[in-house]
């Protein structure tokens, strides 16, 4: 056993072979390889203007073909906004009247001269008869009408009651017994008194209209005028 050993190890053992299969390039690779140089050059290009911000504007804007103003626009005044009319001849002017329409020129109203006063106005009281007095007159409960209920009144009625202590005068078609009013009157006696024994309205509606005569003399209503049966 011993000496088959040893012829073994004596005698020379063939190597062992090696089967090597051949290491072949896919074109995969070699072309994602050749993409890769081919991109980096498209990409970058080796060109370092890629930086660069592009002008603006464009060099065929229309702002750039424009041609270029040095004109700075001026600030007009008034007088340049809007000219004044052109003022008309002397001659031709009067006064208080514009001689072309649409002017600023000054009203025909306030240009004329007032008309003098007639006269007739407010006259002095006696103390005692101002306009509270009378207020405070109507509300004290004394008999202003003289008469004991509202009445159907005829002119032939009325006209006999025309004196200063017996005054009856219609107005809008009521009729008032007026002779307490007449010392309060801010026109005075004489004025009312005219209208005594006849129809006041018309003189009324002139002189002072604005006047609330159904308030002032709502105390003294005698009745309603009517026409004659």
């Known amino acids: 056993m011993a ?9 020379p053992q063939p190597a062992p072979t090696l089967s090597v299969s051949p290491i072949i390039e ?12 081919s991109d ?14 592009p002008s603006f504007p ?13 004109t700075i626009p001026r600030i007009l005044t008034d007088a340049q906004l809007m000219p004044p009319p052109p003022p008309p001849s002397l001659s031709s002017r009067r006064p208080g009247i514009s001689s072309t329409p649409g002017s600023l020129a000054v009203p025909l109203t306030t240009s004329r001269i007032p008309p003098k006063p007639s006269g007739r106005g407010k006259v002095a009281l006696a103390p005692g008869h101002g306009p509270l007095d009378w207020a405070n007159l109507k509300k004290s409960g004394q008999d202003l009408r003289g008469v004991e209920s509202l009445l159907r009144v005829t002119p032939s009625m009325l006209k006999q009651h025309n004196k200063r202590d017996d005054a009856w005068s219609a107005f809008n078609g009521k009729v008032y017994n007026i002779t307490h009013y007449l010392p309060y009157h801010p026109g005075g006696e004489k004025e009312l008194i005219r209208v005594a024994g006849r129809d006041g309205s018309k003189l009324f509606a002139l002189t002072h209209a604005w ?12 009745g309603f005028l009517v026409a004659e049966s």
């Open 40 to 53: 980096t050059e498209t990409i970058h290009g080796g060109d370092t203007t890629d930086d660069i911000p």
């Open 26 to 37: 896919s074109p995969s690779q070699s072309d994602s390889v050749d993409n890769d140089d």
């Open 211 to 222: 006047v609330n005569l159904e308030y002032m003399l709502d105390s003294c209503l005698v």
């Open 3 to 11: 000496g088959y050993l040893r012829s073994w190890f004596a005698s």
């Open 58 to 70: 464009a060099a065929n804007s229309a702002q750039r073909l424009a041609p270029p103003s040095n």
